[in-house]
């Protein structure tokens, strides 16, 4: 039989009051006692000893306010902590910047709003390429649209609303009704494989755009229907294929064999905006001598380019030795970029921390990093750049990695990668796009780059309007 807390009798100098006398805890002259399990009382009657009881909160401690408060503290704080490592261990990595986030500098007394827009008001373009170049673009990411859900997206400056089907197959159509304009991605729901427009409840196939029924119509007319967008979904991503002369798709986004196998798992993704020409951005594999000058400082320095250069970070440093060159036919689509990378602290290199990449680019806008470690394990981070607007470009890096790697390791490689891609998004966001730049020789594999990416341009590929594009936030 468990022994019994002392009770007032057994403590007669009115210090405290006992709970009870059967319970599992009681107050006693002023002290809290607690059974420990798995442990006997020292004596065989039924009174008792302090030594099989540990004292565990001093005199009042739980009938004061601040006791009380600090014990809830305690508690919030081991549950943030516990949550913190949960996510770190078990929960993707998703870093979403927002559009006037990162690649500023906000002068004082302005709203970084303010500062953004001003920048992108006299800012020079320069004379630009088209500015939507035929190609796959990324439209949404598999898992962020369910079953029967329907997502409201701007692509190529178009709007249009991308839903899943209840068979599982994931559709993009025009965002607007030919009847009447409603948006069919804001309240419309889905029925079947088709979208239900939201003000007159007209239904439109997936598979076709075709108008399958109009509730209040005895015949459906054929001509009713909503542009379809060539869509596919490989590797947990959906991609929408353009072009400017409607020409159907000339290439297929590769699959990569071990997502599709479940070798490699998703484990995190971000988001950034770009103020800039789509061509820029994949440019740069082919500016090799940016990358020991923006990129040397290690990534503690930060992604403010006032401060990166700072003598307080010349202990670490990275290394690149790159590689751009264009594929022969039938890939005359893709380049590929050869990295070999390396790291330095005080001056010692460490080895563990030599990588090897390889970034494959198919088409205008979709890019495969994959690297392979002898420790860290292999995967693949899908560089994605989808066109919003002329001059706004969304772009998004989604990594995979083998499933067998604890999640730590991938999200560091992720953030790693977000934090060198901040530091262009800095230089982007404030130059303007120069047709004919000043080169040297050994800046020969940018002109090389710009020929091989001008085969995504068409004679009616749309150009930049000064007069009607805006990018206010």
């Known amino acids: 039989q468990s022994p019994r ?23 006693a002259r002023g002290v809290c006692y607690v059974r420990v399990p798995g442990r006997t009382s020292a004596r065989a009657d039924d009174s008792w000893e302090l030594s099989p009881w540990v004292v ?70 320069g004379e630009l390429p088209p500015v939507y170049p035929n190609g796959w673009y990324r439209v949404l990411d598999s898992h962020l649209v369910l079953r029967g859900e329907v997502r409201s997206l701007t692509v190529l400056g178009e709007q249009v609303a991308v839903f899943r089907g209840q068979e599982g197959k994931a559709f993009v159509l025009d965002a607007y009704c030919p009847h009447l304009g409603a948006n069919l991605a804001v309240g419309g729901r889905v029925v079947g494989n088709c979208i239900e427009c939201p003000f007159h409840g007209w239904q439109f196939e997936g598979s076709d755009g075709k108008c399958a029924k109009i509730p209040y119509a005895e015949k459906v007319p054929d001509f009713a229907r909503v542009r379809r967008w060539p869509s596919v979904e490989v590797n947990g991503q959906i991609y929408v294929w353009f072009h400017c002369d409607g020409e159907q798709p000339q290439w297929d986004i590769p699959e990569q064999e071990e997502i599709s196998r479940g070798e490699w798992v998703y484990r995190g993704r971000t ?74 602290l005080f001056g010692l290199h460490l080895s563990l921390l030599d990588v090897s990449v390889v970034a494959r ?14 420790f860290l394990g292999s995967g693949v981070i899908m560089h994605c750049v989808t066109p919003l607007e002329p001059l ?77 594009d805006s990018m206010d936030l």
């Open 5 to 27: 807390p002392p009770s007032l009798q057994e403590h007669r100098d009115g210090s405290g009051r006992a709970r009870g006398q059967s319970g599992r805890c009681a107050r």
């Open 56 to 125: 565990v909160v001093g005199k009042g401690l739980l009938d004061t306010a601040a006791g009380r408060t600090a014990l809830c503290l305690y508690a919030a704080a081991a549950v943030l902590l516990l949550l913190w490592v949960y996510r770190q261990l078990f929960c993707p990595l998703e870093l979403l910047r927002c559009p006037d986030q990162v690649g500023y500098v906000v002068p004082e007394g302005r709203s970084r709003a303010q500062a953004v827009n001003e920048v992108r008001r006299r800012r020079k373009t």
């Open 271 to 344: 988001e950034h905006y770009v103020s800039a020409h789509i061509q820029e951005i994949p440019e740069n594999a082919a500016d090799i001598a940016h990358l020991g000058h923006l990129h040397q400082p290690g990534m503690i320095s930060g992604v403010d380019l006032r401060y990166t250069k700072s003598k307080a970070w010349e202990f670490m440093k990275h290394e690149w030795k790159v590689e751009w060159h264009p594929e022969p036919e039938p890939n005359r689509h893709c380049s590929q970029m050869l990295v070999k990378h390396a790291m330095h």
């Open 361 to 374: 680019q198919t088409g205008p806008g979709v890019v495969f990093i994959r690297f392979d470690h002898r």
């Open 392 to 468: 706004l470009q969304l772009v998004t890096h989604t990594i995979f990695y083998k499933a067998s790697v604890p999640a730590p390791v991938p999200k560091f490689i992720l953030y790693s990668e977000c934090v060198q891609f901040e530091r262009d998004v800095m230089v982007w966001n404030n130059k303007r796009y120069n047709p004919s730049p000043m080169l040297v020789k050994e800046d020969s594999a940018i002109q090389s780059h710009r020929r091989w990416y001008s085969q995504f341009y068409s004679a009616n590929s749309p150009r930049f309007q000064y007069q009607r």
